[in-house]
């Protein structure tokens, strides 16, 4: 049957929610150059206002079973928006329906990114109050006392705490005007206020929850730090009870200290609250299309000799093994010291690539798709520089280079130049 809405065209609205999106990144803190998004008032009441129109859009068109084909036709256009692989992630579900609440994506969007400057802050709420004071001015003289009533009323309403352009200055946005151009309800409440408090208790919550983790991965540090002193203390100190376990002891003590002391550098880099953060960002990096994130990697155009390049290797190397974190640091602390000299260790590491696969996935089709690309664009990016390798914590390297791999074959070539001195790189950690 076609478009019918007589607000406004299909084509018009779309190229609007495409500006919107546009508007929604930058709110997320960040312009498409790195740099900090700065959002003023002004700015931020004209993106409000925006939300404000497409929500009237939405309710206009679910509210008649008159506009039913019109909400299908702007859904599948939405869906297929989001089908590009530069589209962002976190608006992957778009809809009609989510559309009506843009408000809420536009608060969201401003207050969870860290941090939250106070200047931020400031120009969030005082948005916030005069939009409200401006829809309150359209029902109700006295504005200034309704509003502070409607205020007043908020705690009782059991707030839960559980629910791309260079510059701000440079935006377009002809919200006042698209606003009055559309057909606005005027049964729409004035509750920015209401969804700013609920955005920034929803955000006190995460903090509090992030609190809270890092101060167990501290307590567990410790508690690991002690036992591997203690262990180490042991070890080191044991006396022999008889003649084979004193030879067991001349030869052994200083193998063990190595592997504790090995054991609790890697612990430490694992559950350090740095770690902990690149993985994170690496997990929801690497769950993005590979055509998304290599383009933003690419962007970054950093050398190979900087730090930032061994950063951007090591975000790769975490995106790898962000799924099995947990239980890698949980066998790490598990597995015991196995006596092994120094040759019988370099056969069993060096024969790795050579053995048929038992639990490593290297049969082409049990591959991980996401980890193959990683590894693959990881290894392009190092251009056989495996040195560079060296620059990260070593256990690093053991855990997220899978076995299958071409940079795993040139990570023990480089491995085995480190042990007979030929290489001319060194290993910093």
């Known amino acids: 049957m076609g478009w019918s809405y007589p607000g406004i065209s299909i084509e018009d609205l779309m190229k609007l929610i495409k500006n919107f999106i546009d508007m929604l990144i930058l709110a997320s803190g960040y312009q498409s150059t790195g740099r900090l998004a700065q959002w003023d008032s002004h700015n931020i009441k004209r993106l409000l206002k925006w939300a404000l129109f497409l929500e009237n859009v939405s309710k206009g068109l679910r509210s008649s079973g008159d506009y039913e084909d019109c ?145 167990a991965l501290e307590n567990l540090w410790r508690t690991v730090g002690k036992n591997m002193h203690d262990e180490l203390g042991n070890t080191s100190s044991s006396k022999p009870m008889n003649r084979s376990a004193c030879l067991i002891a001349e030869k052994l003590p200083h193998e063990t200290i190595v592997w504790n002391h090995w054991r609790s550098k890697s612990l430490s880099y694992m559950l350090d609250k740095r770690t902990i953060r690149l993985i994170s960002g690496a ?96 290894e392009s990016l190092l251009n056989g520089q495996t040195n560079q390798l060296w620059k990260l914590s070593p256990v690093l390297a053991a855990v997220a280079i899978p076995a299958w791999s071409q940079l795993f074959k040139s990570y023990l070539h480089e491995l085995e130049c480190q042990l007979r001195g030929d290489s001319l790189s060194t290993r910093t950690r």
């Not at 151009?181 to 969804?195: A, L, N, Q, R």
């Open 71 to 215: 909400v299908k036709e702007l859904d599948a256009a939405l869906h297929l928006l989001t089908l590009s692989p530069v589209f962002p992630q976190g608006l992957a579900h778009l809809s009609c329906t989510t559309l009506g609440r843009a408000r809420d994506l536009v608060l969201e969007h401003l207050i969870h990114p860290l941090p939250l400057r106070d200047s931020h802050l400031n120009a969030i709420m005082s948005a916030s109050i005069e939009m409200d004071l401006s829809e309150h001015k359209r029902i109700d003289n006295d504005v200034l006392d309704a509003y502070l009533e409607k205020l007043m009323t908020l705690p009782s309403k059991g707030l839960s705490l559980s629910e791309s352009r260079n510059s701000v200055e440079d935006l377009n946005l002809s919200t006042p005007e698209i606003v009055q151009s559309g057909k606005h309800d005027s049964s729409v409440d004035g509750d920015f206020t209401e969804s700013a408090i609920k955005q920034l208790r929803k955000r006190q919550q995460a903090v509090s929850y992030i609190s809270v983790v890092e101060a």
């Open 283 to 378: 997990s929801l990096i690497c769950s993005a299309p590979k055509d998304q994130w290599a383009l933003m990697l690419k962007q970054l155009d950093i050398s190979a000799e900087s730090d930032d390049f061994c950063e951007k290797i090591e975000l790769l190397l975490l995106g790898c093994v962000a799924d099995r974190w947990s239980a890698l640091i949980e066998h790490l602390m598990s597995v015991p010291y196995e006596s092994l000299n120094i040759s019988r260790l370099c056969h069993e590491v060096f024969n790795v690539p050579l053995r048929k696969p038992v639990n490593l996935c290297v049969k082409e089709g049990l591959v991980n798709p996401k980890e193959k690309s990683v590894v693959d664009y990881m």
